[in-house]
């Protein structure tokens, strides 16, 4: 899990520990994996090399979109 506090979004930091999470998956040649439950987050992990696999609802909880990203 990661995250950013919003007082400092938007400076780069979530975008370097993707990379260096990333960077390890691809060392290891093993694919990445994640479930996002907000959709503004979205493109940001499609920027780094995810791809939605579909949706996840159960009842009226918030639909989590999980994402695969091959190694590279």
Request: with cysteine; aromatic share 6%; charged share 15%.
């Amino acid at each position: 899990m990661i995250g950013v506090d919003p007082a400092h979004q938007g400076e780069g930091q979530g975008n370097a520990l993707m990379a260096y999470a990333l960077a390890q998956c691809d060392r290891d040649h093993a694919p990445a994996y994640l479930e996002s439950s907000n959709p503004r987050n979205i493109p940001f992990y499609q920027r780094h090399g995810f791809e939605p696999l579909g949706a996840i609802q159960v009842g009226t909880s918030p639909t989590l979109v999980p994402m695969l990203r091959p190694p590279r």
